[in-house]
């Protein structure tokens, strides 16, 4: 904690005129990610839950990452003797995760946070009723047409930020519409309503061939329901995000995503996302949060020429840390603009973008749009291979076969059901206990 509060106090005091534009960019990512690291450890010390402290220790592993990760995409250098780097912070949260992970005792099924009525139990009932609801009581209306309490979102979001006690949840609902607009917020307990998919869109084009970092990129960055998020920069404008989630206990219900490459960064944390679509090219589904994805479509597009398309590209850089990806009961799928030229395109479930990355594939429709290889390296480069966890468990479609899978150390077709369950809502999120069906459609298990 200390060397995380210096890191941050020498940072703010430095002067960055002399930076160009694009370094003076990733610095502002960096600022806000220390800060984030300084709440994720207090939050951290404060807790008695081991699940809890190794999820907040990894965010603001993730956030180191993302900090580096900012002047890396933009072609920039960490400015000499950057504070962000010259604390040692990243091997002092390893060894945190290490030695919290040692003393933490073996589930046995997983502890209380688990889901209910097919979300996460750690919600209220209050909550989960607002989620299953189609007439959700706002407390703030957004409508372009000037019918509600504000036209855009961001002056909604920026009046629910002094009206909201903090301790209940704060509705805000969004009307059909197309909201060219980028939305950022840090707000406790917010939930954005939309009427639908393709009916209330959130839209934006920010990129990082034009200068932002893919953090920065992100059109919407918590608990959304019926709403559309895109980014519109297109394939040839590289990293483009349509949605960022940093927040822990994130919910995503009936919504779509669409971009092409980096469509939905998860980010960090506990995320659940639950009958949504995702479209896009290289790497769409990525980031080091404890994600899972159950029900949803997944839609490759059509890509540059000479590209190949990656659906995911976890993030996981540390052996301790407890995310992942796990895509389950889903489909995976040729978007309609590239299923007329799939045959010239090549298209992979992942690839390692960290050298412990870790991601499954369970239950889950793969069409002829995934190459027989199944997974492809990062960049030609074999050094995560023996340290990554890829998994595939009892998937379906021409796109399932697995006998022309790579034989990397780390990649395993699994036949265990007791080690696919690890990857399930209950086990992955943390949960060992569950309610009957009540109408809202969810898989508990395998």
């Given amino acids: 904690m200390d060397r995380a509060v210096q890191a941050h106090e020498v940072a703010s005091a430095i002067d960055t005129s002399s930076l160009d534009s694009k370094a003076n960019a990733a610095w502002a990512d960096c600022l806000k990610f220390s800060k984030d690291t300084i709440k994720q450890i207090n939050r951290s010390m404060s807790s008695t839950s081991k699940d809890d402290v190794q999820t907040w220790l990894s965010a603001a592993m993730a956030n180191q990452q993302t900090c580096q990760n900012g002047f890396n995409d933009l072609g920039s250098s960490f400015p000499l003797g950057s504070p962000f780097l010259s604390y040692n912070i990243s091997e002092l949260l390893s060894?945190?995760?290490?030695?919290?992970?040692?003393?933490?005792?073996?589930?046995?099924?997983?502890?209380?946070?688990?889901?209910?009525?097919?979300?996460?139990?750690?919600?209220?009932?209050?909550?989960?009723?607002?989620?299953?609801?189609?007439?959700?009581?706002?407390?703030?209306?957004?409508?372009?047409?000037?019918?509600?309490?504000?036209?855009?979102?961001?002056?909604?979001?920026?009046?629910?930020?002094?009206?909201?006690?903090?301790?209940?949840?704060?509705?805000?609902?969004?009307?059909?519409?197309?909201?060219?607009?980028?939305?950022?917020?840090?707000?406790?307990?917010?939930m954005i309503t939309g009427d639908g998919i393709g009916a209330t869109i959130i839209t934006g084009s920010k990129n990082v061939h034009d200068g932002f970092t893919t953090p920065q990129s992100a059109t919407f960055g918590f608990v959304a329901r019926d709403m559309t998020f895109q980014n519109t920069a297109g394939p040839e404008k590289q990293q483009a995000v349509a949605f960022l989630s940093g927040s822990d206990h994130s919910v995503l219900y009936r919504c779509s995503f669409e971009g092409y490459q980096d469509t939905l960064c998860v980010l960090s944390q506990r995320q659940f996302y639950r009958n949504c679509d995702i479209y896009g090219t290289i790497d769409f589904i990525f980031g080091d949060a404890i994600a899972v994805f159950q029900q949803c479509n997944i839609y490759v597009r059509k890509p540059m020429t000479g590209q190949a398309n990656t659906v995911t590209a976890q993030g996981r850089a540390k052996p301790d840390e407890n995310t992942g990806i796990t895509i389950h009961d889903s489909v995976v799928t040729a978007a309609p603009d590239l299923k007329p030229v799939q045959g010239s395109f090549q298209s992979y479930l992942g690839r390692p973008w960290q050298e412990y990355s870790r991601?499954?594939?369970?239950?889950?429709?793969?069409?002829?749009?995934?190459?027989?290889?199944?997974?492809?390296?990062?960049?030609?480069?074999?050094?995560?291979?023996?340290?990554?966890?890829?998994?595939?468990?009892?998937?379906?479609?021409?796109?399932?076969?697995?006998?022309?899978?790579?034989?990397?150390?780390?990649?395993?077709?699994?036949?265990?059901?007791?080690?696919?369950?690890?990857?399930?809502?209950?086990?992955?999120?943390?949960?060992?206990?569950?309610?009957?069906?009540?109408?809202?459609?969810?898989?508990?298990?395998?």
């Avoid at 069409?367 to 390296?377: F, M, Q, T």
């Avoid at 009892?394 to 077709?413: F, H, I, Q």
């Fill in 95 to 190: 060894n945190s995760l290490a030695m919290n992970n040692a003393m933490a005792l073996k589930k046995s099924g997983g502890s209380p946070r688990s889901l209910s009525d097919g979300f996460p139990k750690w919600m209220s009932a209050t909550h989960r009723k607002l989620l299953r609801s189609s007439n959700t009581n706002a407390n703030l209306v957004v409508a372009k047409d000037g019918s509600g309490s504000y036209t855009t979102i961001s002056e909604a979001i920026a009046a629910a930020t002094n009206q909201s006690s903090g301790t209940s949840r704060f509705v805000i609902h969004v009307k059909a519409g197309i909201y060219n607009e980028t939305v950022e917020t840090s707000m406790n307990n917010l």
């Fill in 359 to 446: 991601t499954v594939f369970m239950k889950t429709s793969l069409d002829s749009v995934i190459d027989p290889a199944g997974w492809l390296e990062w960049n030609e480069s074999a050094f995560p291979l023996s340290t990554l966890y890829y998994g595939e468990y009892k998937n379906t479609g021409t796109g399932a076969d697995v006998s022309g899978r790579v034989e990397w150390p780390g990649y395993r077709v699994i036949t265990n059901a007791s080690e696919a369950s690890m990857f399930t809502v209950g086990s992955f999120l943390g949960g060992d206990s569950w309610i009957p069906p009540t109408g809202v459609p969810y898989t508990p298990g395998l």
